[in-house]
Structures are given as structure tokens and as C-alpha cells.
């Protein structure tokens, strides 16, 4: 099994970046798919996530209106488009694969994502 994140980097505040997350070695369209983020001395938080068919995507209230969770089951592939990015953003950003079924958990190695004010 592999999750695999990429499309992180260094932006300004106010700019806009495009995670994705590539999976492997399971059947992707079975598992709810998830972004985490954890920045610096804090604990990992849960910030967008999205149901087996791309519907009911929740959201932290901090990024609403701000990010976009979706999905692409053919490519076995999430994205999370970020806009009107703040320092505050700034964090490792997870890929997270959940089974409701077997409970099972996949996860990424992350991807940073630093924005200056």
C-alpha cells in the first residue's frame, strides 16, 4: 500500500497551491480519503475530507470557503486545492486512506506547505 503526496512548496500569503495524493495496493474507491496537517508543536488535525463517491466533503471551519477536497476514483487519486492561503496554513500536509468497513488506515509521508506573510 502506498500513498503518495505531492504539490507542496513555499507561497506567499494569498497565493494558491495544488496537493495531490496518489494511491496504490488497495481498493481506493472503498476508503474515505482525507487531508490532514501538522504544523510545528501542535497535534495533527483532520482539515478536509471526502466520501467513496467524491460526495459529502467536510471541511475544519479554519479552511472553509478556502480549500477544495476531491477526488478522482478512476486515477485512485486525491486533491486538495488551496486558495487564499495564510501563515497560518503552514504545516505537513497527510494523505489519509479510511475503511468504514475493516477500520483500516492508510497513510502518506506528507508534503510541506509553507506560506510567508
Known amino acids: 500500500v502506498q500513498l503518495v503526496e505531492s504539490g507542496g512548496g513555499l507561497v506567499q500569503a494569498g497565493g494558491s497551491l495544488r496537493l495531490s495524493c496518489v494511491s496504490s495496493?488497495?481498493?481506493?474507491?472503498?476508503?474515505?480519503m482525507r487531508w490532514h496537517r501538522q504544523a510545528p508543536g501542535k497535534e495533527r488535525e483532520l482539515v478536509a475530507s471526502?466520501?467513496?463517491?467524491?460526495?459529502?466533503?467536510h471541511y475544519v471551519d479554519s479552511v472553509k470557503g478556502r480549500f477544495i477536497i476531491s477526488r478522482d476514483n478512476a486515477k485512485g487519486t486525491i486533491y486538495l486545492q488551496m486558495n487564499s492561503l495564510k501563515p497560518e496554513d503552514t504545516a505537513l500536509y497527510y494523505c489519509?486512506?479510511?475503511?468504514?468497513?475493516?477500520?483500516?488506515?492508510?497513510w502518506g509521508q506528507g508534503t510541506q506547505v509553507t506560506v510567508s506573510s
Open positions: 471526502i466520501g467513496l463517491s467524491g460526495d459529502t466533503p
Open positions: 489519509n486512506a479510511y475503511s468504514i468497513l475493516t477500520r483500516g488506515t492508510w
Open positions: 495496493g488497495f481498493t481506493f474507491s472503498s476508503y474515505i
